[in-house]
Nanobody, 126 residues
Framework: VQLQASGGGLVQAGAALRLSCVVS????????MAWFRQAPGKEREFVAA????????YYSNSVKGRFTMSRDMAKNTVHLQMNGLKPEDTAIYYC????????????????????WGQGTQVTVSS
């Protein structure tokens, strides 16, 4: 099973980007999915996640209200719609998956997630 992230780029503050993560090899409905990001010199940071069979989507406080995570089952893809981008959103964005359903308190931990895509760079200029 592979994860392929795309959609990053260089934008100005206030702009929008839509990231995509294509899951190949197995049906996306089998997985819990997440987005993380990592800025230079910083640890990998939780952005958003959705658990298998769940209608809730979890967001970090720093992106809540600006970012929206969604799943396209027909295309085996998860998206991260990012609106109102800020310079502090600059990072490499990674999608991740996990087969077993994580407990709520573990969703935000990078170690919870078992497989990662290669990342896509998002740069927001001021």
């Amino acid at each position: 099973v592979q994860l392929q992230a795309s959609g990053g780029g260089l934008v100005q503050a206030g702009a929008a980007l839509r990231l995509s993560c294509v899951v190949s090899g197995r049906d996306i409905s089998l997985f819990n999915m997440a987005w993380f990001r990592q800025a230079p010199g910083k640890e990998r940071e939780f952005v958003a996640a959705v658990r298998r069979g769940d209608t809730n989507t979890y967001y970090s406080n720093s992106v809540k209200g600006r970012f929206t995570m969604s799943r396209d089952m027909a295309k085996n893809t998860v998206h991260l719609q990012m609106n109102g981008l800020k310079p502090e959103d600059t990072a490499i964005y990674y999608c991740a998956r996990k087969e077993n359903r994580p407990i709520t308190s573990a969703i935000t931990l990078a170690d919870t997630w078992t497989a990662w895509g290669q990342g896509t760079q998002v740069t927001v200029s001021s």
